[in-house]
């Protein structure tokens, strides 16, 4: 078991930058392969980012690419998720997951996560 914790998220203007954090317990965490999907209103969950277990990788959806960065301290369980550039089509519910051996579906996939934090709101205004 994966238990995740997300940090509030925020109300920001066009341009601007917001960092959301993710606190996990329950695994080593440095063996854990850490997610952002997003979520709007009337549209799926879609993947955002991910980062593997050391940290040494990471990949994201073209369209935060160059803006967020994924990151991840295994000293203090967290991953990190700096969003900049910000735009009004960025307003989701955002949330953190957690993808363990033996995976299932792919590192782009919901499904491919069995563990998710609560969800935090970004709003992003124009």
């Known amino acids: 078991q994966v238990q995740l914790v997300e940090s509030a998220g925020g109300l920001v203007e066009t341009g601007g930058s917001l960092r959301l954090s993710c606190v996990a317990s329950?695994?080593?965490?440095?063996?854990?392969?850490m997610g952002w999907f997003r979520q709007s209103p009337g549209k799926e969950r879609e993947f955002v980012a991910t980062?593997?277990?050391?940290?040494?990788?990471?990949f994201y959806a073209d369209s935060v690419k160059g803006r967020f960065t994924i990151s991840r301290d295994n000293t203090k369980n967290t991953v990190y998720l700096q969003m900049n550039s910000l735009k009004p089509e960025d307003t989701a519910v955002y949330y953190c997951?957690?993808?363990?051996?033996?995976?299932?579906?792919?590192?782009?996939?919901?499904?491919?996560?069995?563990?998710w934090g609560q969800g935090t709101q970004v709003t992003v205004s124009s």
């Open positions: 980062i593997t277990g050391s940290g040494g990788r990471t």
């Open positions: 997951a957690a993808r363990v051996l033996p995976f299932s579906g792919n590192y782009y996939s919901p499904n491919g996560y069995p563990y």
């Open positions: 329950g695994r080593t965490f440095s063996g854990v392969i």
